[in-house]
């Protein structure tokens, strides 16, 4: 069982319409919880992280944890067509030495048509 | 802004050649790493490294090695190439800030190896 699901897609959504991206994960002890998107031929950008459980808003983007459910969401609010990209969930676990390693899903691939 | 740098696009290469993948980022990032993605598969870590000629082996280490003879520069080594390393190669860095840490990184080199 890999340590962290995304169903890969794709979706296509219209212009406009509600987003919603999810991922599953096994190891409760992620602590971080991240979003990064990818447009095609470029490498993932970072686009919002959270810690521990709850909602993060940043403009038309919410994260959402759940810890005890092991589950964390990715909201697009007013999605536009430049929306349209892979979009992928990654964690990571606290370290007291060393880098911070972060698992990825294997990404949602996202169009959003005008 | 952060600059991550692969030095190849696109590489082809035979079955059985030795093949470096060059990494160089500009912001005196202390973490480095390696990821290849496959539709599916998402990223996964091959090699990561926290501080010059520092290493610890990712999810998937088989038939790859790494250096890091200096901090900005790290470098995947491709011992004898075989078909079923062709994929897409990423390369990031990271400065942990906090506990939180963003990786930032390069396009990517698209390996074919035949």
């Known amino acids: 069982q890999k340590e962290v699901e995304q169903d890969p897609g794709p979706l296509s959504v219209p212009e406009g319409a509600i987003v919603s991206l999810n991922c599953t994960y096994s190891n409760s002890a992620f602590q971080y919880f991240m979003w990064y998107r990818q447009y095609s031929r470029k490498g993932p950008e970072l686009l919002m992280y959270t810690y521990s459980s709850g909602n993060k808003e940043d403009g038309r983007f919410t994260a959402q944890v759940d810890k005890s459910s092991k589950y964390i969401s990715l909201f697009i609010r007013d999605s536009q067509p430049s929306d349209s990209a892979t979009y992928l969930c990654a964690m990571s676990v606290v370290r007291l030495q060393g880098a911070q390693k972060l698992v990825f899903g294997q990404g949602t691939r996202l169009t959003i048509n005008p | 802004d952060v600059k991550v740098t692969q030095s190849s696009r696109y590489l082809v290469k035979r079955t059985g050649e030795k093949v470096f993948l060059e990494c160089v980022q500009d912001m005196d990032h202390e973490n480095m790493f390696w990821y290849r993605q496959d539709p599916g598969l998402g990223l996964r870590l091959i090699y990561f490294?926290?501080?010059?000629?520092?290493?610890e082996k990712g999810d998937i280490p088989e038939g790859y090695s790494v250096s890091r003879e200096k901090k900005e520069r790290f470098s995947l080594i491709l011992e004898s190439a075989s078909t079923n390393q062709t994929s897409m190669y990423l390369c990031?860095?990271?400065?942990?800030?906090?506990?939180?840490?963003?990786?930032?990184f390069g396009q990517g080199t698209r390996l074919t190896v035949v």
């Open positions: 990031a860095s990271s400065f942990p800030q906090g506990m939180v840490t963003e990786a930032f």
């Open positions: 490294s926290y501080d010059v000629k520092m290493k």
